[in-house]
């Protein structure tokens, strides 16, 4: 459904239900596109015999980062509880406050952040951003930078909706008002209710959702699970 998708989240839930079935539901055949994933820049060890959420996952060599043909990429904008840097033998993950500056410490998350202010920039697309507050600047800046660049459009899914951003507002250091202001011009439509209401017996917002796929690149963007 995605031509890629990016997460600030560093647990395995997608890896764990979304890799394993999510490409073989019979609801998203009329969307599907990919004949498979893939995490972009990394490997795992075990390259085979275990779930993708089982593995541990480290970094190839900066000239093995590419996009495979027909494989839909899943970029790890803050690293994973799974992945390890070689380096150091720890987790690799991007917490605190000077995000930026950590994630200038590992090539496959500087790459996977120009990757993501290169897919916003693409003309015409649209991101489907969930459960993100806003907080982060250098994310902000991305989605700024795409906003000024090409008009990028969002659909917010978050239990404030549009209000989101109003609650960010009142709340950030690190953005001027007028970002705000220019963010909630371009969404083009907001859900307040969860995934399982809106692909469970919710109708009417789940018509509103489906009605966001359609020409176009499309992007979706996942904040951290608190």
Not at 60 to 88: M, N
Request: glycine fraction near 8%.
């Amino acid at each position: 459904m995605f031509d890629a998708i990016f997460t600030l989240n560093q647990d395995v839930l997608m890896e764990q239900h979304y890799f394993n079935s999510g490409f073989a539901r019979d609801e998203f055949s009329m969307y599907r596109q990919w004949a498979g994933w893939q995490i972009p820049g990394m490997q795992p060890i075990p390259a085979e015999g275990e779930q993708p959420h089982k593995m541990t996952w480290v970094p190839l060599d900066s000239a093995k980062f590419v996009l495979e043909k027909d494989r839909q990429p899943y970029f790890k904008l803050h690293g994973a509880s799974t992945w390890i840097d070689e380096r150091s033998g720890r987790p690799m993950l991007i917490m605190g406050g000077d995000k930026p500056s950590a994630i200038e410490q590992h090539p496959i998350l500087k790459w996977n952040y120009e990757r993501f202010r290169e897919y916003l920039s693409q003309p015409n697309t649209r991101t489907m951003v969930i459960g993100y507050s806003f907080g982060d600047k250098h994310i902000n800046d991305a989605i700024n930078e795409a906003i000024d660049r090409v008009g990028l459009r969002l659909f917010v899914i978050d239990p404030l909706g549009v209000d989101v951003l109003q609650r960010q507002r009142r709340s950030s250091y690190y953005c001027k008002d007028d970002f705000f202001v220019k963010v909630r011009a371009q969404f083009m439509g907001a859900s307040r209710r969860t995934m399982g209401q809106i692909f469970g017996d919710d109708v009417v917002e789940h018509g509103k959702v489906m009605r966001f796929f359609g020409d176009g690149e499309l992007m979706g963007f996942q904040p951290p699970r608190n």
